[in-house]
């Protein structure tokens, strides 16, 4: 079946560090991807997406380009804040779906002043 | 605009003891999903409508969690009898739109359940 494979936390960066948190995915036919981010206490909310090949989605300063080739959504940043310091979920919406979406286990992101 | 509203945003409980949880979805979306989180597990959808209608609802964990929407802005799922291994937080989500781009979940705050 279709799955999201994000990896292991958590991360520990200093503030402006770069940024890379890994995503590849399993899936027939052509999913929409993106990234969810999750502050404390909070519900998720979109962070970013892209719906076909070598799509770029960006917002906040983070990116994340579709790569059909090797199946994978890397969410990067060039300098991150404290206040970045959240997790951070991977998500595919099968084709033909209405509407559900397949999440990755999280990345938990720790930013250090 | 409201978002998403679940309430109640904390519940503590007795093992045996029944449950509920509510949520209101943003007026106009058609799409309403149930979900989990716990640390061990990550996230995980329980169930999900599309115009009222349950669409799946395989993620159900067993009989003694069932939900329902009787109309557009509600839904509600219900734990009976509750266990401890219930402890969890399940957020509710809605969205608009159907099709191969399927759009944003819109999430709740979450109601955070513990099971004593």
């Known amino acids: 079946g279709n799955s999201v494979t994000q990896m292991e936390g958590p991360v520990t960066l200093s503030e402006e560090a770069f940024l890379t948190i890994n995503c590849t995915y399993t899936?027939?036919?052509?999913?929409?991807l993106f990234w969810y981010v999750q502050y404390p206490g909070e519900g998720l909310q979109l962070l970013l997406k892209?719906?076909?090949?070598?799509d770029k989605g960006s917002n906040k300063g983070f990116e994340a380009t579709y790569r059909k080739e090797t199946t994978s959504f890397h969410l990067e940043k060039g300098s991150v804040q404290v206040s970045d310091s959240a997790v951070y979920f991977c998500?595919?919406?099968?084709?033909?779906?209405?509407?559900?979406?397949?999440f990755g286990k999280g990345t938990k992101l720790s930013v250090k002043p | 605009d409201a978002g998403v509203i679940q309430s109640p945003r904390h519940e503590v409980t007795e093992m045996g003891q029944e449950v509920t949880l509510r949520c209101k979805p943003i007026?106009?979306?058609?799409?309403l999903f149930w979900y989990r989180q716990t640390m061990m597990r990550g996230l995980e959808l329980l169930i999900y409508?599309?115009?009222?209608?349950?669409?799946?609802d395989s993620g159900m964990p067993e009989d003694r969690f069932s939900a329902k929407m009787p109309n557009a802005s509600f839904s509600t799922l219900k734990i009976q009898p509750s266990e401890p291994r219930d402890s969890a937080v399940y957020f509710c989500?809605?969205?608009?739109?159907?099709?191969?781009?399927?759009?944003?979940?819109?999430f709740g705050e979450g109601s955070r359940l513990t099971v004593l």
């Open positions: 989500a809605s969205s608009s739109g159907q099709g191969r781009y399927t759009g944003e979940l819109f």
């Open positions: 899936a027939t036919g052509y999913p929409s």
């Open positions: 892209a719906t076909k090949a070598d």
């Open positions: 998500a595919l919406s099968e084709t033909g779906s209405q509407g559900n979406l397949i």
């Open positions: 007026s106009g979306h058609n799409s």
């Open positions: 409508f599309n115009n009222n209608v349950p669409i799946d």
